[in-house]
């Protein structure tokens, strides 16, 4: 995470930045809060919903400068300035999205978990994020299926996964559950490492305030748990 600085945190940069992704990866999806901004767009509604919902600003939450996540089938390396680029889905590397072709896979390495999606859940959505920001994203539902990789969750996450729900209902695609099956199943292995056990007690034991001091130090020890 970037600390927040309104002086270089503008929506002109974050706009410059996101442009930058789409002209060096063309096929980038864009996802976490900015890509559910631009699907719940595509349904008519203003694409700073969920911030309003959360309380929160588009371009930063806390002390910390938003990030901007995709989902990029190539391994890139694009220079992330000034708002840091998360490659992985809700910063976790316990689950990934692989690109081969036209087909795309949910995999873990951790979980040995590896099964292709149907090509509608991945299917690219043009639309536009906050300030008016071109971007490609994924469907609402997928945006919804996406939320169960990411293990625990804070209160604020949760509502936008119930927002995300809300508007996933309305969303005219024709999107069974069963093309979300490997969601499911990789949600379900995930839930028997000790990893889920840790965070749920480590979030009831700690206030907020005192997670966020820790961070810098629990987040790279994450990546070593099963």
Same mark, same amino acid.
């Given at each position: 995470?970037?600390?927040?600085?309104?002086?270089?945190?503008?929506a002109?940069?974050?706009?410059?930045?996101?442009?930058?992704?789409?002209?060096?990866?063309?096929?980038?999806?864009?996802?976490?809060?900015?890509?559910?901004?631009?699907?719940?767009?595509?349904?008519?509604?203003?694409p700073?919903?969920?911030?309003?919902?959360?309380?929160?600003?588009?371009?930063?939450?806390?002390?910390?400068?938003?990030?901007?996540?995709?989902?990029?089938?190539?391994?890139?390396?694009? !220079?992330d300035?000034?708002?840091?680029?998360? /490659?992985?889905? #809700?910063?976790?590397?316990? =689950?990934?999205?692989? &690109?081969?072709?036209?087909?795309?896979?949910?995999?873990?390495?951790?979980?040995?978990?590896?099964?292709?999606?149907?090509?509608?859940?991945?299917?690219?959505?043009?639309?536009?994020?906050v300030?008016?920001?071109?971007c490609?994203?994924v469907?609402?539902?997928?945006?919804?299926?996406?939320?169960?990789?990411?293990?625990?969750?804070?209160?604020?996450?949760?509502?936008?996964?119930?927002?995300?729900m809300?508007?996933?209902?309305?969303? !005219?695609?024709?999107?069974?559950?069963?093309? /979300?099956?490997? #969601?499911?199943?990789?949600? =379900?292995?995930?839930? &028997?490492?000790?990893?889920?056990f840790?965070?749920?007690?480590?979030?009831?034991?700690?206030?907020?305030h005192?997670?966020?001091k820790?961070?810098?130090?629990?987040?790279?020890?994450?990546?070593?748990?099963?």
């Amino acid at each position: 995470m970037t600390t927040y600085s309104p002086e270089i945190h503008t929506a002109e940069a974050l706009n410059a930045e996101i442009e930058r992704i789409y002209r060096l990866q063309p096929g980038t999806l864009l996802v976490g809060s900015l890509g559910r901004a631009a699907a719940f767009k595509t349904l008519g509604y203003n694409p700073a919903i969920e911030f309003e919902h959360r309380g929160q600003d588009p371009l930063f939450a806390g002390h910390n400068a938003r990030d901007i996540d995709v989902i990029i089938g190539q391994d890139t390396a694009i !220079k992330d300035h000034p708002y840091e680029i998360d /490659y992985q889905v #809700f910063s976790t590397p316990r =689950a990934k999205l692989i &690109q081969d072709g036209s087909d795309w896979f949910l995999a873990s390495d951790r979980k040995k978990f590896c099964e292709p999606l149907h090509p509608a859940v991945m299917e690219p959505v043009a639309s536009e994020t906050v300030h008016g920001i071109n971007c490609t994203t994924v469907p609402v539902r997928t945006h919804l299926a996406l939320f169960g990789l990411k293990g625990l969750m804070s209160p604020k996450m949760l509502r936008s996964r119930e927002l995300t729900m809300r508007f996933s209902a309305i969303e !005219k695609l024709d999107l069974p559950d069963e093309l /979300y099956k490997p #969601f499911v199943e990789l949600e =379900a292995l995930d839930l &028997q490492g000790i990893y889920p056990f840790l965070q749920r007690h480590y979030r009831t034991l700690l206030p907020e305030h005192i997670r966020a001091k820790l961070g810098p130090i629990t987040r790279p020890l994450k990546n070593l748990l099963p």
